[in-house]
């Protein structure tokens, strides 16, 4: 089952709404950190991940996003890893994931259900 994201918006004070479905992707990254430049490569990534999933690996990202979100991080990251050091994968889960992954061991992860306080 898909799991809705609704946008609201008010336009001459009437109130359409549509929804956008979130799909979970995995991204996995090695970046060659031999150079200073290949450190903070990695660096890069990883704070790119970081605005737009939870880190569940020191190199593993989900992150929970629609397609537009999908598409910036995507060009995020394409635009900063080195193609002949590193590599970089993505895992399309879809918006069904949940049946799809087990975890077992240390680290908690969250839902993108659960709420988020900032």
Known sequence: MKKPFTFEFFLYSSTPTFQVYLMMVLVSYDVSTLTKAGRRRLRRIAKH??????????????????????????????????????????????????????????????????????
């Open 49 to 118: 991940c970081v605005d737009f999933g939870q880190r569940v690996q020191y190199s593993v990202f989900e992150c929970d996003v629609d397609p537009g979100q999908w598409e910036k991080l995507k060009s995020r990251l394409l635009k900063v890893y080195e193609p002949k050091e590193d590599s970089l994968r993505f895992y399309y889960l879809g918006s069904n994931w949940e049946h799809k992954v087990e975890h077992f061991g240390i680290g908690s992860t969250r839902s993108s259900k659960d709420a988020i306080i900032v």
